[in-house]
């Protein structure tokens, strides 16, 4: 196949310590009126206050909501969609985690298009630019400061819904690792957990044929030359330092390379997109009520070896930018040792081996293995075709843990 690259990424993208400081100066160029959504955690910050004046010293007035909800569900952003029509503003800047930064995009989109939120599930619903967003993430983990989805969740539906489109990349991303000091540990670790979730499912993921116009028919484009070289940066950023960066929060060396690696998964599932382990999460979260991160980690190993067969290259290739020694034989043993070095890096800080363990019920396994497939942009990224009865085997065998087992069942199958 010949070569092919795309990219969708912020306008500007900045990452460095004290880097912050540097978001008036970009706002300064969007207008004078900023809807600044955070949490409640932020709200009465140093941070956010520090934001404010800067932004006021730039002849920039703000208004704040810090009413964000985890996870987003549509009442929390319907009030600060009111908050931001009241007040006018010129741009929409996101300042926290994941969340944050979600309610940033939806309340952008809803403050220049109206409707309901709902109007603008799935893919290319979006008709027309958003008010510019500003995106400051405080975790090291999610990437939407990069990417041009926001994840919400809608209670009728009982899974969380994505809203994909071109537009809702953000303005602005400003990374200032800084930020990410002072997060606890079981915090660092479901967030950096999920950057190299995002990472290795965007280097796996089905590559297109790229056909003129393919950049009009999917948000997410698939696997390609320029989204690859993120995955892989990113890759050997989070092997090299997040579990430095959980064991001890003073290693602000290995915070910085969790935020960088974070950055870089997002600009690559950003264009190449996520699969298996984030389409079963959606279920498996609204059922165990546990962090996304969690979730997609103690997830991953079990998509990989049912993916093996048709990733193989990458998988080994994977081992390499985590820095493993040589091994014996060749690409297949090589993949293992990626697999093998994924899980073990994700035991260590703290993951769950199983799906038992991550609190799911066995007479769940057949609700959530129906439901993972509703996810059509996340399943159609897959390397390997899933259907339901991949989709059993992938949550049946990540419920009991047996991931030597399922190994052992796609070598007898191949």
């Not at 999917?218 to 696997?223: E, S």
């Not at 999460?281 to 969690?294: D, F, L, M, R």
Request: net charge negative; hydrophobic share 45%.
């Amino acid at each position: 196949m010949s070569l092919f690259a795309a990219a969708r990424a912020p306008r500007h993208v900045v990452f460095g310590r004290g880097q912050r400081a540097a978001v008036a100066g970009y706002a300064r160029d969007l207008g004078n009126r900023a809807l600044i959504c955070t949490d409640e955690r932020l709200g009465g910050s140093r941070e956010l206050a520090e934001l404010v004046d800067s932004l006021a010293v730039a002849g920039i007035e703000s208004v704040v909501f810090d009413r964000t909800l985890p996870e987003v569900p549509l009442s929390s952003i319907d009030r600060c969609v009111e908050a931001g029509r009241a007040f006018g503003p010129d741009m929409v800047i996101g300042l926290g985690g994941g969340s944050c930064l979600d309610i940033a995009k939806a309340a952008s989109l809803m403050l220049a298009h109206g409707g309901s939120i709902r109007d603008y599930y799935g893919e290319f619903k979006v008709p027309g630019p958003v008010l510019p967003i500003i995106a400051i993430p405080t975790t090291a983990g999610t990437g939407s400061e990069a990417t041009p989805v926001a994840v919400v969740a809608d209670t009728e539906r009982t899974l969380k819904v994505g809203i994909a489109s071109p537009h809702l990349i953000p303005h602005v991303a400003i990374c200032d690792p800084e930020l990410t000091y002072s997060a606890p540990s079981g915090l660092a670790a479901v967030a950096g957990a999920d950057a190299m979730v995002h990472a290795i499912e965007a280097y796996t993921a089905i590559r297109r044929d790229p056909v003129p116009g393919i950049t009009q028919e999917h948000v997410f484009l698939g696997k390609n030359a320029i989204s690859d070289s993120y995955a892989l940066l990113a890759i050997a950023h989070l092997g090299q330092s997040l579990e430095r960066a959980v064991k001890d929060a003073t290693d602000h060396e290995a915070r910085d390379g969790v935020m960088f690696g974070a950055l870089a998964a997002g600009m690559a599932f950003g264009v190449a997109g996520c699969s298996a382990a984030h389409a079963i999460q959606y279920p498996v979260g609204a059922s165990t009520h546990t962090t996304h991160g969690a979730g997609v980690a103690c997830l991953l190993p079990y998509a990989m070896e049912y993916n093996l067969p048709a990733a193989t290259p990458e998988m080994a290739r994977v081992a390499d930018a985590l820095g493993l020694p040589p091994t014996e034989g060749g690409q297949v043993e090589r993949a293992y040792a990626a697999i093998d070095a994924i899980a073990r890096l994700f035991g260590v800080i703290g993951i769950p081996k199983s799906l038992r363990l991550l609190g799911l019920r066995e007479d769940k396994l057949g609700w959530v293995a129906e439901q993972s497939l509703g996810a059509t942009r996340l399943v159609k990224n897959n390397p390997r075709q899933l259907d339901l009865e991949a989709m059993t085997t992938i949550v049946g065998t990540a419920f009991s843990g047996d991931r030597l087992g399922l190994r052992r069942q796609i070598a007898l199958e191949a």
